[in-house]
């Protein structure tokens, strides 16, 4: 595996290579997890070449949020990346000019919601920062993991748009044996705060299990999560039903694919969670039409 610590070096590694090999890249921000080794090996089914980079992302925090604090275990995430089987890792020091951007994106309506609405300007900062990797790093493939569905959907968006010629893989989200899904802040958890952490997954699973069960009232399914909150003592961010793709809201499930979504914090921990919410719906009895008698 060869670590790269600036754009220019990187650029440098990759350019022989890419007349002749694909290109699967994981954007990370290091502390890696399960979940991320799950997107590097779907990253190695998809291209000849891995590309990782592990980059804190200064422009997706708000103030008074975890950036000094973002655990940073560099040595342990290359071990991890070379024992996957990482070909280039790309840890550079920053991605920005001294001064900070002066050009940066802006993320469409997708972002007024769900963690947008509770961290204005975060997904600008995903975006931005995506966009410079996707630029220095060129692949044909990017891997993002869905437990952040909103940041896939409007990534999705972003390429689609500006017409960018990388394929986005959305990779299904991994949890710990109780539940819990993986994520780089779960280290803040106390030991009682997992237990209490538990609850996301818990209520998610309950919406789930009464909308397989016939239920469609967005009402009744958030009612029944809000009683598992309750008794957990947390306090959501957000708990809403949402369209998977526009990210529209929902009060009613039907055949169009929903998701609900759930932020809350736990301890010193801003955890957030998801889960798609399926009617168990029938097929349509078959008409008989003229073609088919
Ligand atoms: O999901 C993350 O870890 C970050 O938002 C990303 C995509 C690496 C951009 O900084």
Not at 267 to 292: H, K, Q, Y
Request: hydrophobic share 40%.
């Amino acid at each position: 595996m060869r670590i790269a610590h600036s754009a220019d070096e990187l650029r440098r590694q990759l350019k022989p290579l890419r007349s002749h090999q694909t290109i699967a890249f994981v954007p990370t921000m290091g502390c890696l997890h399960a979940g991320h080794m799950n997107l590097i090996e779907k990253a190695g089914e998809l291209a000849d070449i891995v590309v990782v980079s592990i980059y804190v992302n200064p422009l997706q925090f708000g103030t008074g949020e975890d950036l000094d604090a973002y655990p940073r275990t560099f040595d342990v995430d290359a071990a991890l990346c070379a024992g996957a089987g990482v070909n280039f890792l790309f840890y550079p020091a920053t991605l920005y000019p001294k001064s900070g951007p002066k050009i940066t994106l802006k993320a469409t309506r997708l972002s007024n919601c769900l963690c947008g609405a509770s961290r204005p300007g975060h997904f600008d900062g995903v975006i931005t920062v995506v966009n410079i990797l996707f630029n220095i790093i060129q692949p044909d493939f990017a891997v993002f993991g869905e437990k952040d569905w909103q940041q896939l959907t409007i990534i999705r968006r972003m390429v689609k748009d500006l017409q960018m010629p990388v394929e986005i893989i959305g990779s299904e989200i991994i949890r710990e044996a109780d539940g819990l899904a993986m994520s780089s802040r779960n280290r803040y958890l106390s030991n009682t705060d997992h237990s209490q952490a538990l609850a996301l997954s818990q209520a998610l699973t309950a919406m789930q299990q009464s909308a397989l069960a016939g239920e469609t009232s967005v009402g009744v399914l958030k009612h029944i999560a809000q009683s598992i909150f309750d008794t957990a003592s947390i306090q959501t961010e957000y708990l809403d039903v949402r369209s998977a793709n526009s990210l529209k809201a929902r009060h009613i499930l039907d055949k169009q694919p929903a998701r609900a979504f759930v932020a809350a914090r736990v301890g010193n921990a801003r955890l957030i969670d998801n889960m798609p919410l399926e009617l168990n719906i029938s097929p349509e009895p078959a008409t008989c039409t003229e073609d088919s008698q």
